[in-house]
Nanobody, 128 residues
Framework: QVQLVESGGGLVQAGGSLRLSCAAS????????MGWFRQAPGKEREFVAA????????IYADSVKGRFTISRDNAKNTVYLQMNSLKPEDTANYYC?????????????????????WGQGTQVTVSS
């Protein structure tokens, strides 16, 4: 049973920082690429960042590039999203996801449909 549990969300002022965590269980996650997505009220879920199984490669949405950093600790089965210089438009529910259909893949997916399992989300609210 694959389980992803996000934590670390909260209320922060614009310009502040938060660090999200995603604890994974049920598989050997060091084999799989993982990603973060977000969904604001009334909007579709959108890609934020992804990280390769080894941690050596990452990709970001243009809207967060230079402000957010995705990382992973395979020994702890945990993926992180460090968010700096937060803006009100970053307000959303943030979800982590894992692509278990491909092991040791060097292709980092950006599409929702490329991911197989999702967490329940953690809310991030940025006040102006």
């Amino acid at each position: 049973q694959v389980q992803l549990v996000e934590s670390g969300g909260g209320l922060v002022q614009a310009g502040g920082s938060l660090r999200l965590s995603c604890a994974a269980s049920g598989r050997t996650f060091s084999r799989y690429n993982m990603g973060w997505f977000r969904q604001a009220p009334g909007k579709e879920r959108e890609f934020v960042a992804a990280i390769i199984w080894s941690g050596d490669n990452t990709i970001y949405a243009d809207s967060v590039k230079g402000r957010f950093t995705i990382s992973r600790d395979n020994a702890k089965n945990t993926v992180y999203l460090q968010m700096n210089s937060l803006k009100p438009e970053d307000t959303a529910n943030y979800y982590c996801a894992v692509d278990v259909s491909r092991s040791f893949s060097y292709t980092l997916p950006r599409r929702l449909g490329d991911y197989d399992y999702w967490g329940q989300g953690t809310q991030v609210t940025v006040s102006s």
